[in-house]
């Protein structure tokens, strides 16, 4: 069964995934980057071209997909705005919210020169903040399993959520 990541922007779910992959013998999927290789194009561009609506429907196709895999899932941030996505989330047993305070996440989305996030690009603090608000409840509704990441190192939340699903 798959452990699926869910959680805002920043709150550490590919590089979680990717440990937890390694330490469970998993393959880690990261939807972000299949979708991304569905899109044959980066995430940023298809938003400018296609919209938001749009990249919500291929979304979750590919958690549909995905999701009986046996593998490790990192989400999309957004991925909990759609309704259809989160019935399917909320059948799993093994949904992992990982959890921040927007403060922490606004700094790490900040720091991170790597990846461009359009929401990010095209919201100023505030607005980014009531995203956020606006989804917490969402992330609660369709997690088995909430874990604290404020203070902790990726391998520290890895550690809780090995002992959590054990
Ligand atoms: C989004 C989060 C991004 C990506 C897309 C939309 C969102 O993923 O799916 O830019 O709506 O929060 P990360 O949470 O991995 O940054």
Redesign the pocket.
Known sequence: MAIILI?????G??SVGKLLGKKTEKNFI???YE?SKRLQMP??EF?VEYG?EK?REI?HELLLEYHQSSGVI??????I?TVACRELLKQQTQVIYLQAEFNTLWNR?IDDQL??????QSNESKDLKR?YQK?LEFYEDCAAHTIATDHLTTEDVVKQILQTID
Do not use: Q
Request: aromatic fraction near 10%; proline fraction near 3%.
């Open positions: 959680g805002f922007m920043g709150a779910k590919t990261d939807l972000d979708i995430i940023s938003f938001e990249f979304e990192s989400t999309g941030g957004g991925c705005e989305i990846n461009i996030r359009p929401l990010a995203i989804r």
